[in-house]
């Protein structure tokens, strides 16, 4: 019997954010130059601005599988991203309460992609033949942990990861990667003064070594200028494949994000500005060079 006074959704948090510690060095490394550089006294003073996940865009799969999760945790669904180059269709959903990090779900739009290339993607996708999501008891953190830890589909072939990472990257992190939390982001807003801008807190990353994502420059920022992100470039992960092929992919990345405090309240003392009085949510051109952290033109560099 557990008597744990947390709710599923704390649980299921705290699972994504565990494994993906244990696959991601770079969540460690920077935490621990955070502490070490005094910004910091301990890790839980970070500020979880949101996570991501990326689906396949079939059947049973995808967003509209997959959001049914978070929805049941009071998470609410927000505005539509269209990534044509890529082919990606995404969403960002509002938490239940400020404390949550917000989520950005995105899918693979497979229909548009070569014969070949959906063919290999259906392979494995077409073993699912009912929505997952929907056998699941959502209320069972557990459970749900193990879902999104599992494999959806057969280990694939290294040669089908390879195919279609020649057409699309994130078609190959997909197959291989499936739910694993392909980044958290760490609010730089709320940390100390010297620290608490994207140029600040990137110049410390820089001094510290850590290798960030370069695709249309270091800093992303928002036409209105009041969201502004960087990330490291994905760490390289030994995949096993079929029939024990091993070959390095791209793993998951971390995130960093300033959201501005909106014209109308930048003269609002700062011990009263809260999340609503920053810019919200995402930006198209922001999200489609960050997706970029796990392409080989950025782990290769
Ligand atoms: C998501 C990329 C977009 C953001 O904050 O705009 C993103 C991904 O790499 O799956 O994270
Ligand atoms: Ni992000």
């Given amino acids: 019997m557990t008597t744990s006074p947390t709710k599923p959704i704390d649980d299921v948090l705290g699972g994504l954010m565990r494994r993906y510690s244990e696959r991601v060095p770079d969540v460690q490394n920077v935490i621990n130059a955070m502490l070490d550089e005094g910004i910091i006294q301990s890790p839980d003073e970070i500020e979880n601005d949101h996570i991501a996940f990326r689906t396949m865009g079939v059947p049973y799969l995808g967003i509209a599988s997959f959001e049914k999760i978070f929805l049941h945790y009071g998470y609410e669904k927000r505005d539509e991203f269209n990534f044509t180059g890529k082919k990606l269709t995404a969403f960002w959903y509002a938490p239940p309460a400020p404390h949550y990090p917000r989520i950005f ?10 014969d070949e290339a959906q063919q290999i993607i259906h392979k494995y996708t077409d073993t699912v033949t009912s929505d997952p999501v929907d056998s699941l008891d959502l209320n069972d953190a557990n459970a749900v942990d193990q879902f999104l830890h599992q494999p959806l ?3 694939p072939a290294l040669a089908d990861y390879k195919t279609l990472l020649a057409e699309s990257e994130y078609a190959a992190w997909v197959i291989y990667n499936r739910y694993y939390l392909n980044h958290f982001t760490i609010s730089v807003h709320n940390l100390k003064s010297g620290y ?14 850590f290798r960030l994502n370069s695709a249309g420059g270091t800093i992303k920022v928002s036409p209105d200028g009041d969201l502004r992100q960087a990330s490291t470039v994905a760490q390289m992960i030994d995949a096993e494949f079929a029939g024990g092929e091993t070959f390095r992919i791209a793993g998951s990345y971390v995130e960093f994000a300033e959201r501005r405090v909106l014209p109308p309240f930048r003269d609002l003392p700062a011990d009263q500005i809260t999340r609503q009085h920053r810019r919200e949510g995402f930006e198209t051109g922001n999200a489609d060079k960050i997706f970029e952290s796990t392409f080989t033109t950025q782990t290769g560099r």
Avoid at 196 to 209: K, Q, S
């Fill in 153 to 155: 589909w057969q280990t």
């Fill in 105 to 114: 779900a995105s899918e693979l739009r497979v229909h548009e992609l070569s």
């Fill in 196 to 209: 608490n801008t994207i140029d600040e807190f990137v110049a410390f990353l820089e001094n510290r070594g």
